[in-house]
């Protein structure tokens, strides 16, 4: 038997049985883990609003013997974020962010620089283009994982490269290709000097610290089909809110 006290983050939920969820959590102290919030659907549950999506909060955890799922045993909110769940653009791009989190980390694996990320995130997206920090959040995400991209200099023969030749990005590769080695991967990206700017300022931007941010339509569409093909390539299948969003923009220009 063990119980567990940590903060934890409201990844989503299921329902389970007549009246409680499962519910994913990441967590600072223990990473992504499942717990049973037992009576969480019914009117008048202990939890109130510490179940719903994007909210953060301290947790008990209890972890039965043979089980394979905790049980949550008591709650306290630090913050609902039910700003982002009564907007529809911010609750979208909160799943995004919730979405990608769930499906890229394995379970129990803490990261305290992911937790902070995350909440990071879900302050600023009140204030910021949802492409924006879609991009912002998955290129540090990303980078955080394992999957930084080396901008720096060509990935093969590693020379630096000058502002005026033209680079490509591969994905495959993980960097930016020079004019000799762009052969080297043959559906490696063209990108501008200045998206490569914006890049390389989305690696080390301090989003705790950033305003509003606003980036011509080119660049962000070019950051855009970027992030997209990056986690294209490390993700297992696509994101559910991806394609609900690629739905919603098509629908609407009918």
Do not use: W
């Amino acid at each position: 038997m063990l119980y567990n006290k940590t903060e934890a983050i409201v990844l989503g939920q299921n329902d389970f049985g007549e009246a409680d969820k499962v519910v994913t959590f990441y967590t600072k102290e223990f990473g992504k883990l499942k717990a049973v919030a037992k009576g969480v659907r019914r009117i008048k549950s202990r939890f109130g609003s510490a179940m719903e999506p994007f909210s953060h909060d301290h947790l008990m955890l209890y972890m039965p013997r043979k089980r394979d799922l905790y049980i949550v045993t008591g709650s306290r909110i630090i913050r609902t974020h039910k700003e982002l769940r009564e907007n529809f653009d911010s609750f979208i791009t909160g799943s995004y962010i919730t979405e990608l989190v769930n499906k890229l980390t394995e379970p129990e694996e803490p990261n305290g620089h992911l937790f902070s990320l995350i909440l990071e995130a879900f302050h600023q997206i009140p204030k910021q283009d949802r492409d924006i920090i879609i991009v912002i959040f998955a290129i540090k995400f990303l980078a955080d994982a394992g999957y930084k991209l080396n901008l720096e200099k060509c990935v093969f023969c590693e020379k630096p490269i000058p502002l005026s030749e033209q680079k490509k990005l591969s994905i495959q590769y993980g960097g930016i290709l020079c004019a000799k080695c762009q052969f080297r991967d043959v559906q490696a990206m063209n990108v501008s000097s200045l998206t490569l700017r914006y890049l390389k300022r989305i690696g080390i931007v301090d989003l705790t610290k950033v305003g509003r941010i606003n980036i011509e339509a080119s660049i962000k569409n070019e950051l855009k089909r970027i992030v997209h093909f990056y986690l294209s390539h490390h993700l297992p299948g696509r994101l559910k809110t991806e394609e609900f969003m690629e739905k919603l923009i098509s629908s609407s220009t009918v």
